[in-house]
């Protein structure tokens, strides 16, 4: 499975957009792109994925670049709520489920 | 509809004795996996099963750990002897296999606290 690179932290003003960049060079043509997140004391939850296109959900946005080889996740109004650690994570579609979890990034939407 | 639910939330126990922690997925569901968390090593797979049968067991830390999944909406993973480096959150999730193309998503119940004394 394809590594994934994030930055370790973030900051975000509530009610601005957050960009969560996530670096996966060497992610395969049947690799799909996943954002999970983890709010304290909690389990992680699922955001979105994607393969090549972008995507929307009424969570957030997922923009994968046309080489695929690094994506942004993208709250587009943060709440304190969004507060939590992201992951992105590299792995095959259908019929696969083995997701490999990295330190993610650490978001705090200040007020 | 249900999530996964884990039992119990929160666990202290003596060193060396056997603690059992309980897991039943989503109906339906056929995959089911055992994640261990700790500030050192963050987020670890530990072992999954598809249709009850244990499919990877390469991050079961030692034989102290054992896991089953006896049906289809039951799982347990037992540590015995347990010992103080065992404490951490121990969250079960489940994903069922998709039949369409896009890629395929897990849930997870909101974890065991173990501390082990």
């Known amino acids: 499975d394809a590594k994934t690179t994030q930055p370790t932290s973030m900051d975000c003003a509530e009610g601005r957009a957050a960009n969560l960049p996530c670096n996966h060079s060497t992610i395969s043509g049947n690799e799909y792109v996943y954002w999970y997140r983890q709010i304290h004391s909690q389990g992680p939850q699922y955001i979105i994925h994607?393969?090549?296109n972008n995507e929307t959900n009424e969570m957030a946005s997922l923009i994968i670049t046309e080489d695929r080889k690094s994506s942004t996740l993208i709250l587009p109004h943060a709440t304190l709520r969004d507060t939590a650690v992201y992951y992105c994570?590299?792995?095959?579609?259908?019929?696969?489920?083995?997701?490999?979890f990295g330190a993610g990034t650490r978001l705090a939407v200040h007020p | 509809d249900a999530g996964v639910i884990q039992s119990p939330r929160h666990e202290v126990t003596e060193m060396g004795q056997e603690v059992t922690l309980r897991c039943k997925p989503i109906?339906?569901?056929?995959?089911l996996f055992w994640y261990r968390q700790t500030m050192m090593r963050g987020l670890e797979l530990l072992i999954y099963?598809?249709?009850?049968?244990?499919?990877?067991d390469s991050g079961m830390p030692e034989d102290r750990f054992s896991a089953k999944m006896p049906n289809a909406s039951f799982s347990t993973l037992k540590i015995q002897p347990s010992e103080p480096r065992d404490s951490a959150v121990y969250f079960c999730?489940?994903?069922?296999?998709?039949?369409?193309?896009?890629?395929?998503?897990?849930?997870f119940g909101e974890g065991s606290w173990l501390t082990v004394v």
């Open positions: 099963f598809n249709n009850n049968v244990p499919i990877d």
């Open positions: 994607g393969l090549k």
């Open positions: 994570i590299v792995g095959r579609g259908r019929g696969y489920n083995k997701l490999i």
């Open positions: 999730a489940s994903s069922y296999t998709q039949t369409l193309s896009s890629g395929n998503t897990i849930y």
């Open positions: 109906s339906g569901h056929d995959y």
